[in-house]
């Protein structure tokens, strides 16, 4: 271990940041710029001390996103034909099908793909974005992590939708059994989607000056 | 390679090459060699800054090689073969990315083919292209930078390995109805899978960058 932070043990001082230092860094590289330079000359990516407009951005995927989200539970994810008789399935019915089944197991991995994440991930977005205006009770390294955890399993919302694909490819015996996607897969993969461009328009910096300001 | 800390707030002699930033929390440190093996973390949020390994760079371009060759097998192969009540059906995984080309559902069919095949690979082609040359030994291709770039903003989109999962909660779901053979292509995707995951640890993006400037301007 290269790095210590022995002289910010007890925080006696704050820690110095680019921003603080006058400086802007770049947040695909981390190489540090003079204060208005647009572009950072190792990686070429617009330099901004903060990402502009972080928030707006991230409000504006969450609204579209848990928008997507309803229609995706309301209508058929998967319609399958046996014999001439249609069924259709929700999100929470296909699950509902797989315990009947006895599959408790894979009834846990598809709830949690596709409602615990999705629900925890609207809640987790909400709650940093409005943490870090306000004071919150959890504490910074805390919130980081949540951010990361966000960031790290929203894409495994997909699951469901993919499942959905290869139902369609594989069942399709014309009369005796064929799956169909229903309307629901689309606004889901649209959901999932939407939320992952918010926690990727989240700047995680900002997490830091929130944290940066309650000490001052 | 370097890192380590510069917080004595003396801003104005700050050497600005000698200088790293936390991509995650703005933090500034100083930049001093990190030995090989070694994890240089930010000492502030203790996120990892740098972790370079020996041999990286040849193992990573090994791997993602590998991959590419990987993906090909994964999607011309037969993939699945099912039977039920007499019938049989195989399908590819184009046959599942062609599965929701029927009316309104037809831009998730792209969006599939993207998430689970296109996206991946142009994410190993990018990789190859940023960092072959550079392992034996010459100048960065030209337009290397925005390469990786690219590589780096397709991360979170390549799902190749959410699909392997989603195959399996499938297989589980017509269990009952059918009989379910895997094809070679479901294993070429598991090894695909597998061999993307270990190239994306060896991987430490602060250090391709360091070397990446480096290279370009010798």
């Known amino acids: 271990m290269q790095v210590d932070g022995l002289e910010n043990t007890g925080r006696a001082q704050p820690i110095l940041t680019a921003r603080r230092a006058g ?21 070429h990516a617009p330099l ?9 951005r991230v409000w504006a995927w969450w609204l579209a ?11 058929p994810m998967l319609r399958t034909a046996t014999f001439g008789h ?38 987790a977005i909400a709650y940093l974005a409005i943490s870090v205006r306000y004071v919150s009770a959890l504490r910074v390294h805390t919130r980081q992590h949540l951010y990361e955890v966000v960031e790290f399993i929203g894409r495994w919302s997909m699951i469901d939708v993919f499942v959905v694909a290869i139902l369609s490819a594989l069942v399709q015996f014309k009369f005796v059994a064929s ?31 929130a944290d940066e300001e309650d000490q001052e | 390679m370097q890192v380590a800390l510069a917080d004595d707030g003396q801003t104005e002699h700050l050497d600005l090459e000698g200088l790293i930033a936390c991509p995650v929390c703005d933090a500034l440190h100083n930049l001093h060699p990190v030995p090989v093996g070694e994890i240089a973390r930010c000492h502030r949020c203790h996120s990892t800054l740098m972790a370079p390994r020996a041999s990286a760079m040849t193992q990573i371009v090994m791997l993602a090689a590998s991959a590419l060759i990987l993906m090909v097998a994964a ?9 039920a009540a007499g019938f049989s059906q195989e399908s590819s995984v184009i046959d599942a990315i062609t599965a929701f080309s029927d009316g309104l559902l037809f831009p998730l069919s792209f969006a599939v083919a993207a998430l689970i ?15 072959g040359p550079m392992m034996i030994g010459e100048r960065p291709a030209r337009h290397a930078i925005p390469a990786f770039r690219l590589a780096e903003a397709l991360k979170p989109w390549s799902m190749a390995e959410i699909f392997v999962v989603g195959v399996a909660v499938a297989l589980v779901k017509i269990g009952g109805m059918a009989q379910v053979h895997v094809g070679p292509a479901f294993w070429a995707f598991v090894a695909l899978v597998v061999i993307t995951a270990l190239k994306d640890t060896f991987m430490c993006r602060l250090t391709v960058w360091k070397t990446l400037e480096e290279r370009s301007q010798s």
């Open chain 1, 23 to 43: 400086l802007v860094a770049c947040s695909v590289c981390g190489k540090v710029h003079a204060a208005g330079s647009d572009r950072c000359r190792r990686c």
């Open chain 1, 48 to 56: 901004h001390s903060r990402a502009p407009a972080s928030l707006q």
């Open chain 1, 65 to 75: 996103g848990l928008v997507a989200y309803i229609p995706a539970n309301i209508y």
């Open chain 1, 86 to 123: 249609e069924t259709k399935n929700t999100i929470v019915g296909g699950v509902i099908e797989l315990m009947q089944h006895g599959s408790y197991f894979v009834a846990g991995v598809v709830f949690s793909a596709s409602v615990m994440i999705p629900v925890g991930k609207f809640i």
């Open chain 1, 179 to 209: 799956v169909h996607p229903g309307v629901a897969a689309v606004s889901f993969a649209l959901s999932v989607a939407f939320t992952m461009l918010s926690a990727q328009s989240f700047d995680s910096r900002l997490i830091w000056d």
């Open chain 2, 75 to 83: 999607v011309f192969f037969p993939f699945l073969d099912l039977s």
């Open chain 2, 117 to 131: 095949v296109v996206l991946p690979a142009i994410r190993l082609a990018a990789i190859l292209y940023v960092l």
